[in-house]
């Protein structure tokens, strides 16, 4: 049973465009939300979090929103770079204790 | 440099032959945890330990042992590899069990058994 989906497993966008990738999730426990960047032969690193008690975080060039009714986030990231390609994975935990991540979605960002 | 240390990168190994791989940490971290990654399945949790002598099941911790001697240090034991068990394995560490940033990982363990 897969608390956390990812359905789209790759994405490709041009350089500068918006990407939005997208993370779906079944426990309305969750409150606390993450999403990591992977690149091949590293392992995952931390790149933004939400609270349950907002509905958007910003970072520079990197935007996470949340939909507590549809249980739902998305990554967005204005504008894309070839540098951002990468595996992105988002995680959810209850109170940021024991995170359960999705199965990863693939981004290449084409010059 | 803060960092999560696994050895060796890469391993080929033969079904049945038990192997160790190596995890430390230098952030005095009490959390850590080991994850195997899989094409559509994405990250699951092997084992992970709370602190030092206190370890517990993940997800998927059939055919895996783990042991947690010093703080620093959670190697994972392979009894008796099975081809199933192919795969990039990862571990990772927080302060604790519980951290606004989740967890730092290795640069990961890819191990292929024939």
């Known amino acids: 049973d897969q608390q956390v989906k990812q359905n789209s497993p790759s994405l490709s966008v041009q350089e500068g465009r918006i990407s939005i990738l997208n993370c779906d999730y079944t426990?309305?426990?969750?409150?606390?939300f993450l999403w990591y960047k992977k690149y091949p032969a590293e392992g995952p690193t931390f790149l933004i979090s939400?609270?349950?008690?907002?509905d958007k975080n910003e970072d520079g060039r990197f935007t996470v929103f949340l939909n507590k009714s549809a249980k739902h986030l998305s990554l967005h990231i204005v504008p894309s770079q070839p540098g951002d390609s990468a595996v992105y994975f988002c995680?959810?935990?209850?109170?940021?204790?024991?995170?359960?991540f999705g199965t990863g979605t693939r981004l290449k960002v084409l010059a | 440099e803060a960092q999560v240390t696994q050895n060796p990168r890469y391993l080929i190994t033969v079904t049945g032959k038990k192997l160790t791989v190596t995890c430390s940490q230098n952030?005095?971290?009490?959390?850590m945890s080991w994850y195997r990654q899989d094409p559509g399945l994405g990250l699951r949790q092997i084992y992970y330990?709370?602190?030092?002598?206190?370890?517990d099941k993940g997800d998927v911790p059939e055919g895996y042992k783990v042991s947690r001697k010093e703080k620093r240090n959670f190697p994972l034991i392979l009894e008796s590899p099975s081809p199933n068990q192919t795969s990039l394995y990862f571990c990772?560490?927080?302060?604790?069990?519980?951290?606004?940033?989740?967890?730092?990982f290795g640069s990961g363990t890819r191990l292929t058994v024939v």
């Open positions: 990772a560490s927080s302060l604790r069990d519980g951290d606004l940033y989740g967890y730092t």
């Open positions: 426990n309305s426990m969750f409150d606390y």
């Open positions: 939400i609270s349950s008690i907002k």
């Open positions: 995680a959810a935990s209850i109170r940021t204790y024991k995170y359960i």
């Open positions: 952030m005095n971290h009490e959390y």
């Open positions: 330990s709370m602190n030092v002598e206190v370890t």
